[in-house]
């Protein structure tokens, strides 16, 4: 993965550093499609400033970090939604970890259950498999507090499910995008990570050539 | 997974329980399907004493642990050969790691990688995939020194892939068990571990249902 950024602002190269670092945490560095990175994986910045805009005000900084961040989280987007047999991308936030390195462990386990990710391809709201992959992720974590909504319907709320209608909700991750958001209600770590669904047509790209 | 071993020796139950812990580590600790643990993953022993076979003296302990470490690893084995959609079991033995677990990081690397996965499902013996688990384990690496052997096949050493009948390794792949070698050459620690392939059936058993 080499992703390559191109800006005519007229911006600091320590400036630049900064705030690539930040876009990239909030984006590259939360994607997954199978989790088997690479040596390559590279994403890098060029400001050539020819616009003669420069970037050193409190105000273009925040609109220039904005703006990259957006970017980045685009790309991040692009990249999964691009995995091999991807059909979607899955958006998982995690909110209420005990803080924010907790909820990305427990983020990336639930995004690199094959078992959740086949859920997603089936369009099943499995609370069970992103509640028990939550569970497995080797940080605090209590069923008994935890609240899971998938696109916004609450499926899931402290230790139990919750009666939903299951074909509507079923419908309605038959879509683009799909929010799995799971609140662990113990202190205010948060992630938000991006990632897709796992389909026979991976099997198909990655198991049917010979290299 | 529920395991349950039964015994008409006559073992004291500390005993047991320090052999059971043994066996455990070289087997189910060590198998892994998809990754997604459960909070009810259980292997049990009960002893009778039925038999008024004592097992109490040294030759007779290693006797009894030597039996109970391969009907654990056969347990092993038939979990992994009954994953969903599984084809063929996969033996990761990874030798020369820093320590036994910078070895099991390594082992569990490859095992929970779907791109060695589906190449194990394909019979293609793709060096790469499973070098570059190795060295996005997160532990001490160095592909410069690494060997790699495939069903006792020499695929890689030394930083590079070594010319191969490709062929006819990977005719020699397509069987009940394949057997993956890694010697990292850093030090003496070592594992085994088992998995299975990733197909399409996978996906089919996981994400055609409802629950």
Redesign the interface.
């Known amino acids: 993965m080499l992703a390559y950024v191109t800006t005519d602002a007229d911006v600091s190269s320590s400036l630049l550093s900064k705030m690539l670092a930040s876009a990239v945490s909030k984006s590259l560095n939360v994607c997954v499609v ?6 390559n994986d590279t994403m890098a910045i060029l400001a050539s400033g020819a616009s003669g805009v420069k970037v050193d005000s409190i105000q273009s900084k925040k609109k220039f970090l904005d703006a990259l961040t957006d970017l980045s989280i685009s790309l991040a987007k692009q990249i999964v939604s691009d995995g091999e047999g991807a059909t979607k991308v899955v958006i998982i936030r995690v909110t209420g970890a005990t803080n924010d390195l907790a909820a990305e462990r427990i983020a990336r386990a639930i995004a ?4 959740v990710k ?2 997603m ?2 369009n ?3 609370w ?2 992103i509640v ?2 939550a ?2 992720a080797g940080v605090d974590f209590n069923p008994d507090r935890a609240m899971l909504k998938l696109q916004d319907t609450t499926v899931f709320r402290a230790g139990r499910p919750l009666p939903i209608d ?1 074909a509507k909700v ?1 419908t309605s991750m038959n879509a683009k995008e799909v929010d799995v958001h799971l609140d662990c209600k113990l202190g205010s770590g948060e992630t938000i990570l991006y990632t897709c669904d ?3 047509e ?3 790209i ?6």
Chains 1, 2 share one sequence.
């Open positions: 199978d989790d088997h990175t690479s040596t690199n259950s094959n078992l086949c859920a391809h089936g099943d709201p499995n069970g498999r028990s992959a569970g497995l299951a079923s796992l389909s026979r991976y099997i198909r990655n198991a049917d050539y010979t290299t």
